[in-house]
């Protein structure tokens, strides 16, 4: 399974109190370190991958209608191998996530922006390309919502999608371009779909 719905827990032995349930991996969103962020991000090998994709939106309240700032959005993704490429020396989730990631922290217009590149899927061909994302609202736990995910990936089967729950909204777009750039348009609604959401 690609998605990171599949992670295990990040304290084990609470799962029923976390908003979102178990996920493994997803306090790889406090690794920004000393990064000071803003609402757009741009991604390792940007400059020199192709095809290059924006990914932007607006995160939106649990009301769907409120823009909702300071909240922390964390992607990452495989390379142009379909490769989580690390660099050696990585700590942390890098070791397993890669150093192609990202962070953003939405302003009062709820808006944000990632600029990269159309990752590959995994080499073995048996998962849908797909670009993780890990949301950290205040005053609540960090948690998973569906990939962004391709809609015309021919990887993207009936059963795959049926296996989605649209934590967040749904994640697969349509791409649309733009001189040349894939342009990747998602709101994201917190706590649509999202176990122990109050």
């Not at 032995?13 to 690794?31: K, T, Y």
């Not at 962070?103 to 849908?128: D, L």
């Not at 962004?148 to 994640?171: A, H, I, V, Y």
Request: glycine fraction near 10%; proline fraction near 4%; include cysteine.
């Amino acid at each position: 399974m690609f998605s990171i719905s599949s992670c295990k827990s990040q304290t084990e032995g609470n799962s029923n109190q976390l908003v979102g349930g178990n996920c493994e991996g997803c306090e790889a969103i406090f690794e920004y370190g000393n990064k000071k962020l803003s609402s757009i991000d741009t991604l390792p090998k940007f400059n020199k991958t192709k095809p290059k994709l924006k990914i932007t939106g607006t995160v939106y309240e649990k009301d769907g209608k409120t823009p909702a700032k300071n909240v922390i959005l964390y992607v990452y993704h495989t390379n142009e191998k379909g490769i989580y490429e690390t660099k050696g020396g990585q700590k942390g989730w890098a070791k397993r996530h890669g150093y192609i990631r990202g962070w953003v922290k939405t302003g009062n217009n709820g808006k944000y922006e990632f600029n990269t590149f159309k990752p590959a899927p995994y080499p073995n061909g048996r998962a849908a390309n797909h670009i993780h994302i890990v949301v950290k609202e205040p005053n609540k736990n960090e948690y998973y919502i569906d990939d962004f995910m391709f809609k015309n990936d021919s990887l993207l089967t009936k059963q795959e999608k049926s296996r989605l729950t649209q934590r967040g909204g749904s994640g697969i777009i349509a791409l649309k371009i733009d001189n040349g750039l894939l342009i990747m348009e998602r709101d994201i609604t917190l706590g649509l779909n999202i176990p122990n959401y109050e």
